[in-house]
């Protein structure tokens, strides 16, 4: 089983030196540890991550890219592999359209559910980008990919909308929470946080 990482599990859950102990436990199973070029552009500061976490990401980011080439990972290309493009630009499409609907945004604005500093932020556009990216290969291999989140899976702004819940009833998709995923492939937590 290859099990695909959202961004919130590297920022959330691991630090450099723990990456690299955990891909040395893999290295003993029959899995695999993936990720998207998508969750791998998210790891950029700004992007995706606060400048809080900044100096963590491109630690993080320098692992990644060294693991990448030493063929410790799967790596999908979302952005360029045009199955998983397809796909990734239909969720987008479908799911996070109103993040471009001006009355929408507007009625956001008036009901509180997002601020202006909040819209503004270059960061908007990308909401849930790296959770998008893992379904658009999980749908595709839903036998062999395990998406692995500790986001819930909700859409931006229509928290009434689950994705995983969705392609989990059309596509067959498997979604684990970070401590579900180390159950299932008896790893070692080296987690930076012990609870979500």
């Given at each position: 089983m290859?099990?695909?990482?959202?961004?919130c599990?590297f920022i959330?859950?691991?630090?450099?030196?723990?990456?690299?102990?955990?891909?040395?436990?893999?290295k003993?199973?029959?899995?695999?540890f993936?990720?998207t070029?998508?969750?791998?552009?998210?790891?950029?500061?700004?992007?995706a991550?606060?400048?809080?976490?900044?100096?963590?990401?491109?630690?993080?980011?320098?692992?990644?890219?060294?693991?990448?080439?030493s063929?410790?990972?799967?790596?999908?290309?979302?952005?360029?592999e045009?199955?998983?493009?397809?796909?990734?630009?239909?969720?987008r499409?479908?799911?996070?359209g109103?993040?471009?609907?001006?009355n929408?945004?507007?009625?956001?604005?008036?009901?509180?559910?997002?601020?202006?500093?909040?819209?503004?932020?270059?960061?908007?556009?990308?909401?849930?980008?790296?959770e998008c990216?893992?379904?658009?290969?999980?749908?595709?291999?839903?036998?062999?990919v395990?998406?692995?989140?500790?986001?819930k899976?909700?859409?931006?702004?229509?928290?009434?909308?689950?994705?995983?819940?969705?392609?989990?009833?059309?596509?067959?998709?498997?979604?684990?929470?970070?401590?579900?995923?180390?159950?299932?492939c008896?790893?070692?937590?080296?987690?930076?946080?012990?609870?979500?």
């Open positions: 290859i099990y695909l990482k959202d961004t599990v959330n859950r691991f630090n450099s030196l723990g990456i690299i102990q955990l891909l040395q436990n893999y003993n199973s029959t899995n695999s993936g990720v070029d998508i969750v791998i552009n998210e790891l950029n500061p700004g992007r991550v606060e400048a809080a976490d900044a100096e963590k990401s491109k630690s993080m980011l320098g692992v990644v890219n060294l693991l990448e080439k063929r410790d990972l799967v790596k999908y290309d979302v952005e360029t045009e199955k998983y493009q397809k796909n990734f630009q239909k969720i499409k479908q799911f996070y109103h993040l471009n609907d001006l929408f945004v507007k009625k956001a604005l008036a009901k509180k559910e997002i601020t202006n500093e909040s819209f503004k932020n270059r960061t908007y556009k990308f909401k849930d980008y790296g990216s893992c379904i658009a290969v999980a749908m595709l291999e839903p036998e062999e395990s998406i692995v989140s500790d986001d899976g909700r859409v931006f702004l229509k928290p009434n909308i689950n994705l995983f819940d969705k392609y989990k009833e059309s596509h067959g998709i498997k979604v684990l929470e970070y401590e579900e995923w180390l159950s299932e008896e790893l070692n937590d080296y987690s930076t946080s012990k609870s979500s």
